[in-house]
């Protein structure tokens, strides 16, 4: 009986022919699962411009709608209930950024190593780190939620939050991070989707739990008369219902990137690489938050007008940070699958490509804010509270947007570096000179200056030698990526 070439038969005289014709007909199973897996988020092939945008786009809006629905957290108790509510609810960001951009970080790590093997076509390591990636977040955040209760009352007092606001800030910070599981695991799961260059099903899924979250907030403060504690019950609910759905998705998911619950256990390998590639970014953002809390200490010291303005001023500023960041972050996946595939030219396009269409995004919304700044920050404050506080608000809307220059390039070369694998660089240099710089100013030029355009300054200073510094180390490492994990 003779076999057929093309049916895939293995009948052949020489038992080394058979062996032979067996790795032929491996390597062809092993060719089309990467082939299936590129078809799926094809980051690999045609337009750099497109496939970039399609990434970064939805990457944006949904920052831009957490961001939203943050900032209804700030309006709606700003409105009904007044300046120290909305000063407590604000004098939290600092706590809050920390935890969560430090396990995003890490969650950046799968998003990493999940790309460069989609590129790489190893679908075994890529279910194994996708289930390693749902226990970190899960068992990283029920431990935060833990130690913050216990934490939330001293880190409060150590920000020198006043005493009008005190109770408030240590109530709704406690309420938050019991909800730590659920945040973290959406950021998490939205990673695992990002690998595969899906940014949109994340985006879906928070606009769904974006409207029951502001809908509950009405509900708990003008409804039920409650204060900050309604707006940390409805955040909370909120981000349940959107980790759920992405974890309902990927359990029914067919692609590459799924979850099976009965595999959910921690791969070693896939720990070490995942906090290899993530720590170092999650370190990075933990940076940006530590020197932060130096600053909004300072701020806590120049009074509630200020405190308050300043809170109205984040909810607006942050709209274009989430496009800054989002260009990273697209250009990390871009970067990351390219690498795998050993495609390095792609990869240094994708680089000009981020920083070009980051810096026309940002810049239009920076410009309408701007414009439209006065009706936008009375919506976060009651009438006879914004003669005092406006002036503050604007004063610093103008310096960070101009930091915001500088942070783009921060975070499109570390997004770029990041996605060869080398996450340690860009974080040494944000500890050194983001975080080494901000405390410097705290401690030794406000003092002096004691002003709020004085603090302020600190930002486009520090953010602009960082570019400078990440610059350097990426023309410094321009031929190393072409042997780095390709």
């Not at 240590?170 to 991070?177: D, E, K, S, W």
């Not at 809170?311 to 990273?328: D, K, M, P, R, V």
């Not at 503050?392 to 996605?419: C, K, M, N, Q, T």
Request: overall charge positive; hydrophobic content about 50%.
């Amino acid at each position: 009986m003779q076999g057929n070439e093309n049916t895939g038969n293995i009948l052949h005289i020489s038992p080394d022919g058979a062996i032979l014709k067996m790795k032929s007909i491996q390597k062809a199973g092993n060719d089309m699962k990467a082939q299936k897996m590129q078809r799926e988020m094809d980051m690999l092939h045609g337009g750099i411009v497109g496939n970039l945008l399609m990434l970064a786009l939805p990457l944006a809006m949904t920052g831009i709608l957490q961001q939203l629905f943050n900032a209804a957290d700030v309006a709606v108790v700003g409105s009904y209930v007044g300046k120290h509510a909305m000063g407590a609810v604000g004098s939290n960001s600092p706590i809050v950024n920390l935890l969560v951009n430090f396990f995003v970080g890490i969650s950046l790590g799968a998003n990493i190593l999940i790309s460069q093997h989609i590129g790489k076509g190893s679908l075994d390591i890529i279910r194994k780190a996708v289930h390693t990636s749902v226990i970190i977040a899960l068992s990283g955040g029920l431990l935060m939620a833990v130690a913050g209760q216990f934490a939330a009352a001293p880190v409060i007092a150590a920000l020198g939050v006043p005493d009008t606001e005190y109770d408030m800030a240590v109530l709704y910070l406690r309420i938050y991070l019991a909800g730590l599981p659920v945040i973290l695991l959406y950021n998490f799961e939205s990673a695992l989707f990002r690998s595969m260059g899906d940014t949109r099903t994340p985006l879906l899924a928070l606009a769904g739990s974006g409207i029951v979250n502001v809908a509950l907030n009405l509900f708990f403060v003008r409804g039920l008369h409650m204060s900050v504690e309604g707006v940390a019950i409805a955040t909370v609910v909120s981000n349940t219902l959107s980790s759920g759905i992405l974890f309902l998705l990927l359990c029914k998911s067919k692609q590459t990137v799924r979850i099976e619950p009965r595999k959910l256990r921690v791969d070693g390998e896939s720990l070490r690489e995942i906090l290899r590639l993530g720590l170092p970014a999650g370190i990075q953002g933990m940076v940006f938050s530590l020197a932060n809390i130096c600053v909004q200490s300072a701020i806590n010291s120049l009074g509630t007008d200020i405190l308050a303005a300043s809170s109205a001023a984040y909810n607006l500023e942050a709209f274009t940070y989430c496009i800054i960041n989002s260009f990273g972050q697209a250009c990390t996946t871009m970067v990351g699958q390219n690498c795998g595939a050993g495609k390095i030219d792609r990869c240094r396009k994708a680089l000009g490509i981020s920083l070009l269409s980051g810096g026309l995004s940002f810049g239009t919304v920076a410009v309408l804010i701007l414009v439209f700044s006065h009706p936008l920050l009375m919506l976060f404050m009651k009438k006879e509270d914004s003669a005092a506080v406006l002036d503050y608000s604007l004063i610093r809307l103008h310096y960070i947007f101009f930091a915001h220059i500088f942070s783009l390039f921060v975070e499109v070369l570390s997004g770029y570096l990041r996605g060869f694998g080398m996450s340690a660089v860009p974080a040494a240099c944000s500890l050194v000179f983001i975080c080494g710089t901000r405390i410097v100013w705290v401690y030794e030029v406000f003092p002096k200056l004691h002003s709020f355009a004085g603090l302020m300054t600190v930002y486009p200073v520090s953010l602009g030698i960082t570019a400078l510094v990440i610059a350097a180390a990426c023309f410094l490492f321009r031929k190393q990526p072409a042997t780095v994990r390709a």
